[in-house]
């Protein structure tokens, strides 16, 4: 055997090198201490630029919304008493697979769950369980989780999707705690005379050892291949053979997250630690792979008890990494995506639109009293200008427009409609526009972070192709999630009006529901304006991308939906066909008709437009739309109401 049939040997093992199955660990159930990380090496953890779901992003963004996805948390609770950071949990996940394996990190919404598996569930229905506590059950889950899968989605019980979505997450899980075990494998060469001759003193070695000298290992096979007989090729290309299968499986393990930016500015795609320097193992290429990165990974490992060392070695491969990164004009923005999520803007702007619903609460009882209508006012200003600060942040980071996700939207129509009230306050100071302010912002946020909590997916995710223009991105979709949030306004001084109705708020001030019904008409106007605008631009995106204005599809009927709606509901103001409790009526129906463009259609999952979809969302649409045929009924039995009180007042 010659040279030329080594080559060809080793080169066909390469090629199967992403096919080995993933391997799991030991399902013993230890009772080991969390480790304290230093506040520096969280630090520089969080600001290590990755590439995962198709972006450049901080690792502390990967691990706060995998472990959202995982535990419907962004923290975890230790059985010792800790609370940790997601890039706390990532990194005893990365480095002590063994301890992360004990966290209650998998939630469960019903313990029929765990019972199906033959597992001891615990005493809450709702619970979240260890990974060591699930293992036993491992080769049940994914057997039940095959047998679900091939059962389409829209017949799959509540239990079978629950099935589906702990084999995923446990998966994901196995994925991250074994992801570094290539600085962990250690190759025996006890009696194996080609690695002999490069170790002499060890009877096994680190994965990190023999890439150092493999490329002096490929050398020495070419220069004695000749000289070598029969049997020792054999037992040469066997240990080769042996080597290859445990570093293809280690490739595997390392997929997780891509680190390492490639040196051609045209390859989009960065790479594992250990796919970085898989060319060593190539005989057919004779150039040496930088093994820089691969090495500190290593090291990363063998200090991880050593806080100090530890720290030198992960501000090293951070520096370099970064400095790769901006080379290539990547991740430029890895510390201001930190700062963002760190800020908690969302949250905090969330908690004021509360204390400013609480404020308006207080002021109704007192409505003549100035300085609490300053204090509303004020407070809700200080709630949209964070949310504000917040959608900026979103798009320098992202260099995009506001609207890119349909979780963007929610956060776009949520400051649109507050700033529309205020606007509308400033122009019928009625105190309407400005009490329902704090109600929609509090609810447009609360509705965001479900939407986050539920999806568990990062919300600043890289745009599908039909999407990837930030030209019609801004003029088109902006424009018609403006009109959202005025269609939105509308419904709420709807129901204001009809509440107000049934409750006989101020049943004898006849202005107030005249003002009330002033607003709905011109929001409506705006609504029609936006929609309008927003819908032909739409088309006009859609001539240029697909090669025609209009087609059907389920998205440009929503959009037509709204546009027609407005247009009938100003027909008939001015044509005097509906009275005031009619366009609160058709206000109503407007809101209805936006939710079902806005999500509905997305849910349909057919369509050009059905990249937004989103689970589980179903349930909550449906039960709004009955809500609000609630309200609708209601606002018939006011119509009844009004004509028997007329009548009788004739008589």
């Known amino acids: 055997m010659n040279l030329l049939s080594v080559t060809s040997v080793l080169l066909s093992i390469l090629s199967f090198l992403n096919t080995t199955e993933l391997s799991t660990g030991n399902p013993q159930i230890l009772n080991l201490i969390s480790p304290q990380w230093d506040k520096e090496i969280i630090t520089l953890a969080e600001q290590l630029p990755i590439q995962t779901d198709g972006r450049i992003k901080p690792l502390s963004t990967h691990a706060r919304f995998l ?19 997601p890039t706390e949990w990532f990194l005893n996940s990365l480095f002590y697979p063994n301890i992360a394996k004990q966290y209650p990190v998998f939630i469960v919404h019903d313990q029929s769950v765990i019972e199906n598996l033959g597992l001891q569930g615990h005493e809450k229905k709702r619970d979240r369980y260890a990974y060591n506590e699930i293992r036993p059950a491992r080769e049940e889950l994914m057997s039940q989780a095959q047998r679900y899968s091939q059962i389409p989605p829209a017949q799959r019980t509540h239990i079978q999707e629950q099935i589906l979505n702990l084999a995923d997450n446990f998966l994901t899980f196995e ?30 070695v680190l994965l990190s050892e023999i890439v150092e000298i493999f490329p002096e290992i490929k050398k020495k096979l070419k220069d004695i291949s000749q000289s070598m007989n029969e049997e020792q090729i054999k037992e040469s290309l066997t240990s080769i053979k042996q080597l290859l299968s445990e570093v293809s499986r280690l490739v595997h393990n390392a997929e997780h997250f891509t680190v390492i930016p490639p040196s051609e500015p045209s390859t989009k795609e960065w790479q594992s630690p250990l796919n970085a320097v898989i060319n060593v193992f190539d005989p ?63 949250f905090y702007s969330q908690w004021i639109f509360f204390l400013a619903l609480i404020i308006t609460a207080i002021w109704w009882l007192f409505i003549n009293n100035k300085l609490l209508k300053f204090s509303v006012f004020s407070v809700n200003s200080v709630a949209v200008l964070l949310l504000i600060f917040a959608i900026t942040l979103r798009c320098i980071i992202r260099g995009r427009p506001p609207v890119t996700t349909l979780y963007e939207t929610i956060l776009f129509s949520t400051a649109t409609a507050v700033l529309l009230a205020f606007i509308i306050e400033r122009l019928m100071k009625d105190n309407i526009a400005l009490s329902l302010a704090s109600f929609l912002g509090l609810l447009g946020l609360f509705i965001a972070n479900r939407y986050e909590m539920k999806e568990g997916t990062d919300t600043m995710p890289s745009l599908v192709a039909v999407l990837d223009s930030n030209f019609w991105l801004t003029i088109h979709v902006t424009t018609i999630v403006i009109g959202y949030g005025a269609g939105l306004l509308a419904s709420a001084f709807g129901h204001v009006w009809i509440l107000g109705k049934l409750l006989r708020v101020k049943k004898n001030d006849k202005d107030f529901y005249k003002q009330l019904s002033r607003g709905i008409y011109g929001i409506i106007c705006f609504c029609f304006l936006f929609s309008f605008i927003g819908t032909v631009l739409g088309g006009i995106w859609a001539l240029e991308s697909w090669g025609r204005f209009w087609g059907w599809d389920p998205k440009e009927n929503g959009a037509l939906l709204i546009v027609l709606w407005c247009l009938i509901i100003i027909h008939a103001h001015l044509g005097r066909i509906i009275n005031r409790l009619g366009e ?23 369509g050009l437009h059905s990249y937004g979809f989103t689970r589980g969302a179903w349930n909550s649409l449906l039960s709004f739309w009955i809500i609000e045929t609630l309200f609708l009924l209601s606002g018939i039995y006011i119509a009844l109401s009004e004509r028997k009180q007329n009548t009788n007042t004739i008589q």
């Open 284 to 346: 057919s290429i004779e150039t040496v792979p930088d093994i820089s990165l691969f090495s500190l990974f290593n090291k990363l490992e063998q200090t991880k008890d050593n806080k100090e060392q530890f720290k030198k070695h992960l501000t090293q491969l951070v520096q370099e990494i970064t400095q790769k990164a901006n080379k290539r004009g990547e991740g430029g923005k890895i510390n201001l995506e930190v700062r963002y999520y760190k800020g908690n803007f969302l």
């Open 175 to 204: 994925e991250i705690i074994g992801y570094l075990d290539f600085t962990r494998f250690r190759y025996p060469i006890e009696s194996n005379t080609l690695f002999t001759q490069f170790f002499p003193d060890k009877k096994e």
């Open 67 to 85: 472990l959202l996805r995982l535990s419907g948390k962004t923290s975890i609770k230790t059985s010792d008493g800790k609370r940790l950071s």
């Open 584 to 606: 609160a009526l058709g206000s109503i129906i407007l809101g209805v008709i936006v939710s079902f463009s806005w999500w509905g259609v997305n849910l349909l999952g057919v």
